[in-house]
């Protein structure tokens, strides 16, 4: 089963960016549809973006369709969530999972978590 590591959270004003990383152990990243996810105090957990094996197709929350880009490298087993503009409602604990083949917001799909990384969009 893959280690996931996030990173790249923090404190950052509204209208700044981020970029979170997220870290697997294993050599087998290429063969994973990857997801980010963000749970915020008292809310469900949901589905920011995913992304399929190759990288080549992606979905995206309608909440930030054309503020957040992911993106992975697969030869450096990481995946990615530039984040742009961001608004004081994208603070939440954010999370990356694996998948098989599968990249929409069935959270069931998802097989491995990481444990999160905080981030705080002050207005």
């Known amino acids: 089963q893959v280690q996931l590591v996030e990173s790249g959270g923090g404190l950052v004003q509204a209208g700044g960016s981020l970029r979170l990383s997220c870290a697997a152990s294993?050599?087998?990243?290429?063969?994973?549809?990857m997801g980010w996810f963000r749970q915020a105090p008292g809310k469900e957990r949901d589905l920011v973006a995913a992304?399929?094996?190759?990288?080549?197709?992606?979905y995206y929350a309608d909440s930030v369709k054309g503020r957040f880009t992911i993106s992975r490298d697969n030869a450096k087993n990481t995946l990615y969530l530039q984040m742009n503009r961001l608004k004081p409602e994208d603070t939440a604990v954010y999370y990356c999972a694996t998948s098989g083949s599968y990249y929409g917001v069935n959270q069931d799909a998802y097989h491995s978590w990481g444990p999160g990384t905080q981030v705080t969009v002050s207005s």
């Open positions: 294993g050599r087998t990243f290429s063969s994973y549809a």
């Open positions: 992304i399929s094996r190759s990288g080549g197709s992606t």
